[in-house]
Nanobody, 128 residues
């Protein structure tokens, strides 16, 4: 059984930073690309960042460029999202996503099609 668990969300002021973590169990974590998405009640799910199986190739959604950084530690089955210079519009539920049998971030990664497993999410709230 695959389990995906996010942590690290919280309340932060504009301009602040947060680091999200996600631990995945039940699949070959080190063989697969993983990603972060976010969603609010008003907006569709948005692809934030994706990282390949080795951790040496990353892709970012438009809203994350230059401010967020994705990384992974395959020895710990964990991926991270470092978020800097946070803005109120970054307020959302952030979800970790893991795939199977795909080690690279495909061009369509931002739509989530290559990811099968999602966590319950961790809430990030940025106050103005």
């Amino acid at each position: 059984q695959v389990q995906v668990a996010e942590s690290g969300g919280g309340l932060v002021q504009t301009g602040g930073s947060l680091r999200l973590s996600c631990t995945v169990s039940g699949l070959a974590f080190g063989d697969n690309a993983v990603a972060w998405f976010r969603q609010t009640p008003e907006k569709a799910r948005e692809g934030i960042a994706c990282i390949n199986w080795r951790g040496d190739d990353t892709e970012y959604g438009d809203s994350a460029q230059g401010r967020f950084s994705i990384s992974r530690d395959n020895a710990k089955n964990t991926q991270y999202l470092q978020m800097n210079h946070l803005k109120p519009e970054d307020t959302a539920m952030y979800y970790c996503a893991a795939g199977r049998f795909e080690g690279w971030c495909l061009p369509s990664w931002v739509h989530g099609r290559q990811f099968i497993y999602y966590g319950q999410g961790t809430q990030v709230t940025v106050s103005s």
